[in-house]
């Protein structure tokens, strides 16, 4: 941990150059990023969810009103649970649990894929978020 005497000497040192416009460009600039994370960073959002078992669609379903689908796998029944916005994989006969631990898919392009049950959760919108892995 750094000596807080020694920082604040340094912090004290520095203070002296700065101006009242270093101020104001410093939180113009911080004001900037944290704008554009809101802006930029945000995915669509979606319209609907759908749901795939066996690489073939089991059901599209519109995000506007709760409901619940139980799809058919080898391993037995995986259950989506849907809300108004959002979707996720309840529970899931696979072993490991990995697309119920991703929780609630809120965005545009979101997927959780239970692999062992081949059964895939997407939510598609009108403005996917992208990434590098999608590109």
Known sequence: MPDLPAVRGWL????VHL??????????ALACC???????????RPDKAIVKAGG?????VDLSAPRIV????PLGTTRI??????????????????????????SAGAVAICAPN???L????????????NY
């Not at 139980?70 to 796998?73: I, K, Q, R, T």
């Open 12 to 15: 004290a040192a520095w203070a």
């Open 19 to 28: 101006r009242v416009g270093d101020g104001v460009v410093l939180a113009l």
């Open 34 to 44: 944290v704008g554009s994370a809101l802006v930029l960073w945000q995915g669509g």
């Open 56 to 60: 073939q669609v089991f059901a599209e």
């Open 70 to 73: 139980e799809v058919p796998g």
């Open 81 to 106: 649970e849907v809300q108004p916005g959002r979707a996720r994989v309840a529970s899931d006969p696979g072993p490991r649990q990995y697309c119920v631990r991703q929780g609630w898919l809120a």
């Open 118 to 120: 081949q059964v895939s």
């Open 122 to 133: 997407t939510l598609s919108g009108r403005r996917a978020d992208y990434d590098s892995l």
